[in-house]
């Protein structure tokens, strides 16, 4: 074996060793499984929760149960297309994503179906499009190529940092005339968030911070259902039969459920006692059937989930992916606060909002988009082990082109001398 062989050697046993490591993990695994032990836990609890208001409305009492797995096959296939979808793309079209979601929220309000109150709907045929997820993940994927084209100007200026609040402006009123408030408030701390991330300045944070309190207080004060809320978020037992009735009945399946619950099935609160018990609160239904133990270990896994996007976004961020950095920082920062406000409503620690725990509750829209989201973030990784391996190819491959010149030089060298000994013969 020639010495050239034996030194790189070890350098084609790392090559081939990583490349076999590639092959077999082409993906984030972990991110995988959370997303679907989420996806089951929601499963389980949908039916259980859903039982009595279905034999109610429907004589059957897995009837949101069988929808529930209906909008799961939809989500997993969405998932599985967004897979096939290269982030070049969520780049280039984020502009003209964002605009065909103001549409919908356009049309949603012109001929849009009203459910209690709410026109948040739009019908086509027997489908029912709720464009308040979309909404969420559009802006944050416009915000992210934005933050990409216009860094120097939001780190430099008021101008720059001003553009993108005009843009969340224009869907906050589009989904306050639903209304949806609680939207809102996901896509303004997100925005936050990422603006922070991206380096504005300290004095332009906290003065949006401030408007942004300011403009939520004067929301709630001008609107008598959500100051309503707020009444009986601060005193839910002044009026346990009135406007407190749906947080006193959450707090109480929380206390039933102790430290490992009542067992599965076993929850009294959703013999429509608990109205939203499959959805907006279905924390509630979790922690009475599973105890603390339950909830500490879907938040525990959330957790995750939001780690594993932050630490992408970081990462992608590093290796001059600025676009996927603060497309999976935005994402981490949604389903980590969305989480916050579902389980702080249920818990009485902050004012009942209509959001939807994230691969946990019952809700075609939100599920399909949140699946998606997570599939982007699977993409993102997807695309930086790729990258990962390209690089250390290139650089074995530029390694071996000096390591042959540099083992032949010497040859020609020798050779030479050989010829100018014999001609001084």
């Known amino acids: 074996m020639s010495i050239a062989t034996v030194n790189q050697a070890p350098i084609l046993q790392k090559i081939f060793s990583q490349k076999h490591d590639t092959q077999a993990r082409h993906y984030d695994l972990p991110l995988l499984l959370i997303a679907l032990a989420l996806l089951s836990i929601g499963l389980v609890i949908v039916t259980s929760a859903s039982m009595p208001v279905a034999t109610r409305l429907f004589d059957n009492p897995f009837h949101f149960a069988f929808r529930h797995v209906v909008y799961m096959g939809i989500a997993v296939t969405a998932a599985l297309v967004t897979l096939q979808i290269p982030m070049y793309w969520w780049r280039v079209s984020n502009g003209w994503l964002l605009l065909s979601v103001i549409a919908i929220l356009i049309a949603i309000l ?12 739009l019908a086509i045929g027997p489908i029912s499009i709720q464009a308040a997820e979309p909404a969420k993940l559009f802006l944050f994927c416009y915000l992210a190529g934005y933050l990409v084209r216009r860094y120097e100007e939001v780190t430099e200026n008021l101008k720059g940092f001003i553009k993108p609040l005009a843009v969340f402006f224009v869907l906050a009123l589009l989904l306050l005339k639903q209304p949806d408030f609680g939207t809102v408030i996901v896509m303004f701390t997100t925005t936050l968030g990422l603006l922070f991330l991206a380096g504005a300045k300290l004095w332009q944070f906290f003065g949006l911070v401030l408007t942004g309190i300011c403009a939520v207080v004067a929301l709630v004060m001008f609107e008598e259902y959500r100051m309503k809320r707020v009444t009986a978020f601060l005193d839910p037992w002044a009026d346990p039969f009135g406007s407190g009735y749906q947080l006193t009945q959450s707090l109480m399946a929380y206390g039933r459920g102790d430290l490992f619950g009542q067992g599965l099935g076993n929850s009294l609160q959703k013999l429509e006692f608990l109205p939203e018990a499959h959805t907006d609160f279905i924390a509630a239904v979790l922690a009475e059937e599973m105890g603390f133990a339950g909830i500490i270990l879907v938040l525990g896994l959330l957790l995750a989930l939001v780690l594993k996007a932050l630490r992408l976004g970081n990462k992608a961020i590093q290796n001059d ?15 980590c606060f969305q989480t ?8 009485g620690m902050l004012p009942t909002k209509g959001l939807t725990l994230p691969l946990v509750s019952y809700g075609g829209n939100s599920l399909i988009i949140m699946t998606m989201a997570v599939a982007i973030l699977v993409r993102i990784d997807f695309e930086l082990r790729v990258d990962g391996l390209q690089a250390l190819r290139g650089g074995s491959q530029a390694k071996k082109t000096v390591k042959a010149k540099s083992t032949k030089a010497p040859k020609k060298k020798k050779k030479a001398s050989s010829k100018e000994v014999a001609s001084d013969d």
Not at 321 to 335: D, H, T, V
Not at 340 to 347: D, P
């Open 340 to 347: 916050m406000v579902n389980i702080g409503a249920s818990a």
């Open 321 to 335: 992916r600025a676009f996927e950095g603060y497309f999976a920082y935005g994402i981490g920062i949604w389903f």
């Open 110 to 121: 012109l001929v849009g179906r009203t459910v209690n109150g709410s026109t948040r709907w």
